[in-house]
């Protein structure tokens, strides 16, 4: 009697948070039973939330191999500096947690053969919860649409584990449905759901059929592990486009040097990634009146009057300030804007290699016609080992090669159709089937950029030659893919999974169905000798 009441008691607390409120019969139990189609209808819905908050979170995770980037774009057009993966990730974790609670409150009840009554409150709150993702939806297409074939690369890398955990989960979902389907007296409904259910197990069971995971291949069939490129150096421990970033990629180990190449006024090739010097320097506090310059409309002298280094420790663009050292701090406040030929310099001193985009400058720029020679001539003074040197722009390249036959000749996206191509610079979401087609025609190929270890054991398993990353110093301690499947122990997983899992939705029918029966029994026999108590 005591655990009767207890779990009374248990159940009356859920539908009081479930439902808001809860009736008892005369005898003091709790009313049982089915609740009307509409609130049924609901449960389907609150389902249906729930997977898209699932879905939305799966989203936003995968978003963080890019944030950085976001937040960049954010500050040009804002002027705000905001770290946004924290605001994603905490409204996806805020709705999918409600959503998931509210889920399971729904699931007990119907165990506990209680009816399903959402309180409007609760309704009004999935309601917003829908719109709210929906707006995150339209918006990522809006503004951020290359993000969804990252996402699409996500669910391809994972498809082998999301499956299973997918049947894993429909499968647990039985016991609810089975109690659910053997309580209720509404037909239509019940054989309905049932019927859903065993479509969506239908779609599943063979869903490995369809994938094409790159990381389902033997071990032996693994491509060697991607070189690592320093984007911008290591911007999560140095101010980007510095000669500390530089050093601290020297440091690590990587050999490869990525950056961004201006010119000055005066024709001095520097290194900078944005066209406005707001974001990287203090231009704010020395040129408060040409804020909105292109940086290439001052001189290097006027240039060389800028910190580059302040405002990483005030922005902490990677979250990664706390880990410097004081003597890395000071030496952060100390970064200039370098020219080019301070890097090349450096480069030709470590056996270091580069690769930049040269940016063109605007019309009314005074070198505007020769920024080609001038970058030209200022690494032949280096004296850098020409192979060295990874030449990534397009413009003049036939008249580059003929002055620079030692430089890789590295191309992008475009204009590949009139040369012998060796090497490929290319977006990290380029398509599988067009990695191995480069690789087959033995074209190295290069993915930019590639920050997350996720993304690196996708591309690695692709067959990427090398990438381009912000975190270097991390995936250079990656030693094998984060997941290897061999097709031959993938299909045996499958048909154990796919096996168990029928079993286990046959057994929880089954032993619903008789939980069911039995308690039918009970109450036939409860209500007979209330009736044999009252003739007497």
Same mark, same amino acid.
């Given at each position: 009697?005591?655990?009767?009441? /207890?779990?009374?008691?248990?159940?009356?607390?859920?539908?009081?948070?479930?439902?808001?409120?809860?009736?008892?019969?005369?005898?003091?139990?709790?009313?049982?039973?089915?609740?009307?189609?509409?609130?049924?209808?609901?449960?389907?819905?609150?389902?249906?939330?729930?997977?898209? +908050?699932?879905?939305?979170?799966?989203?936003?995770?995968?978003?963080?191999?890019?944030?950085?980037?976001? *937040?960049?774009?954010?500050?040009?057009?804002?002027?705000?500096?905001?770290?946004?993966?924290?605001?994603?990730?905490?409204?996806?974790?805020?709705?999918?947690?409600?959503?998931?609670?509210?889920?399971?409150?729904? /699931?007990?009840?119907?165990?506990?053969?209680?009816?399903?009554?959402?309180?409007?409150? &609760?309704?009004?709150?999935?309601?917003?919860?829908?719109?709210?993702?929906?707006?995150?939806?339209?918006?990522?297409?809006? %503004?951020?649409?290359?993000?969804?074939?990252?996402?699409?690369?996500?669910?391809?890398?994972?498809?082998?584990?999301? &499956?299973?955990?997918?049947?894993?989960?429909?499968?647990?979902?039985?016991?609810?449905?089975?109690?659910?389907?053997?309580?209720?007296?509404?037909?239509?409904?019940?054989?309905?759901?049932?019927?859903?259910?065993?479509?969506?197990?239908?779609?599943?069971?063979?869903?490995?059929?369809?994938?094409?995971?790159?990381?389902?291949?033997?071990?032996?069939?693994?491509?060697?592990?991607?070189?690592?490129?320093?984007?911008?150096? +290591?911007?999560?421990?140095?101010?980007?486009?510095?000669?500390?970033?530089?050093?601290? +990629?020297?440091?690590?180990?990587?050999?490869?040097?990525?950056?961004?190449?201006?010119?000055?006024?005066?024709?001095?090739?520097?290194?900078?990634?944005?066209?406005?010097?707001?974001?990287?320097?203090?231009?704010?506090?020395?040129?408060?009146?040409?804020?909105? #310059?292109?940086?290439?409309?001052?001189?290097?002298?006027?240039?060389?009057?800028?910190?580059?280094?302040?405002? #990483?420790?005030?922005?902490?663009? /990677?979250?990664?300030?706390?880990?410097?050292?004081?003597?890395?701090?000071?030496?952060?406040?100390?970064?200039?804007?370098?020219?080019?030929?301070?890097?090349? %310099?450096?480069?030709?001193?470590?056996?270091?290699?580069?690769?930049?985009?040269?940016?063109?400058?605007?019309?009314?720029?005074?070198? %505007?016609?020769?920024? =080609?020679?001038?970058?030209? %001539?200022?690494?032949?003074?280096?004296?850098?080992?020409?192979?060295?040197?990874?030449?990534?722009?397009?413009?003049?390249?036939?008249?580059?090669?003929?002055?620079?036959?030692?430089? &890789?000749? =590295? /191309?992008?996206?475009?204009?590949?159709?009139?040369?012998?191509?060796?090497?490929? *610079?290319?977006?990290?979401?380029?398509?599988?089937?067009?990695?191995?087609?480069?690789?087959?025609?033995?074209?190295?190929?290069?993915?930019?950029?590639?920050?997350?270890?996720?993304?690196?054991?996708?591309?690695?398993?692709?067959?990427?030659?090398?990438?381009?990353?912000?975190?270097? &110093?991390?995936?250079?301690?990656?030693?094998?893919?984060?997941?290897?499947?061999?097709?031959?122990? #993938?299909?045996?997983?499958?048909?154990?999974?796919?096996?168990?899992?029928?079993?286990?939705? =046959?057994?929880?029918?089954?032993?619903?169905?008789?939980?069911?029966?039995?308690?039918?029994?009970?109450?036939?026999?409860?209500?007979?000798?209330?009736?044999?108590?009252?003739?007497?």
């Amino acid at each position: 009697m005591a655990c009767d009441g /207890f779990w009374s008691s248990c159940c009356l607390c859920l539908q009081r948070i479930y439902s808001c409120h809860c009736r008892k019969n005369r005898r003091g139990k709790l009313k049982g039973t089915k609740g009307t189609k509409c609130e049924c209808i609901w449960v389907l819905l609150l389902l249906l939330v729930f997977s898209l +908050t699932l879905i939305w979170m799966l989203i936003t995770l995968t978003l963080g191999n890019d944030i950085h980037n976001f *937040n960049e774009e954010v500050f040009r057009i804002a002027g705000i500096w905001l770290d946004w993966s924290v605001v994603l990730i905490t409204v996806a974790a805020v709705l999918l947690t409600y959503c998931g609670l509210l889920l399971l409150l729904s /699931f007990c009840l119907v165990l506990c053969d209680l009816k399903l009554q959402l309180h409007w409150c &609760h309704k009004v709150l999935l309601f917003i919860s829908v719109i709210v993702i929906i707006l995150l939806c339209v918006g990522l297409s809006l %503004k951020w649409r290359e993000e969804w074939r990252t996402v699409y690369i996500y669910i391809q890398a994972t498809l082998p584990f999301l &499956h299973i955990g997918a049947v894993i989960g429909v499968s647990a979902l039985a016991w609810v449905l089975a109690g659910y389907y053997w309580r209720t007296k509404t037909r239509v409904l019940k054989y309905l759901i049932l019927t859903v259910y065993i479509i969506l197990l239908g779609a599943l069971y063979p869903l490995p059929v369809y994938i094409t995971s790159p990381c389902v291949l033997k071990p032996s069939d693994l491509q060697p592990k991607p070189r690592l490129i320093g984007h911008r150096g +290591t911007p999560m421990l140095a101010p980007e486009n510095t000669l500390m970033s530089f050093h601290k +990629t020297v440091a690590s180990g990587i050999d490869v040097f990525e950056t961004d190449v201006a010119m000055s006024q005066d024709g001095v090739p520097f290194l900078m990634h944005d066209n406005k010097l707001l974001r990287t320097t203090n231009i704010k506090e020395v040129f408060p009146e040409q804020l909105q #310059y292109n940086s290439t409309n001052f001189t290097w002298a006027d240039l060389q009057k800028l910190n580059a280094g302040s405002w #990483y420790l005030q922005k902490d663009p /990677f979250n990664t300030v706390k880990f410097l050292t004081p003597q890395d701090q000071e030496e952060v406040k100390r970064q200039k804007i370098p020219a080019l030929d301070e890097v090349l %310099k450096e480069a030709a001193k470590n056996n270091i290699s580069i690769i930049f985009d040269l940016y063109v400058p605007p019309e009314d720029h005074p070198y %505007k016609d020769s920024y =080609i020679n001038i970058t030209l %001539k200022t690494i032949f003074d280096s004296s850098i080992r020409p192979e060295l040197i990874f030449w990534l722009p397009d413009e003049q390249r036939e008249e580059v090669m003929a002055r620079a036959p030692g430089f &890789h000749q =590295i /191309f992008g996206p475009l204009k590949q159709e009139n040369f012998a191509v060796e090497a490929v *610079n290319m977006p990290y979401n380029l398509s599988l089937a067009k990695i191995r087609s480069y690789r087959q025609k033995n074209i190295s190929v290069n993915l930019y950029v590639v920050n997350e270890p996720w993304l690196f054991s996708y591309v690695w398993c692709a067959g990427a030659t090398s990438v381009t990353s912000n975190a270097c &110093h991390l995936l250079k301690n990656i030693q094998q893919p984060q997941w290897v499947l061999d097709p031959q122990y #993938y299909v045996i997983i499958w048909i154990v999974v796919d096996v168990v899992s029928l079993a286990h939705v =046959i057994w929880a029918f089954i032993i619903q169905r008789t939980c069911y029966k039995k308690k039918e029994y009970q109450d036939t026999e409860t209500v007979l000798l209330m009736k044999i108590g009252n003739s007497i």
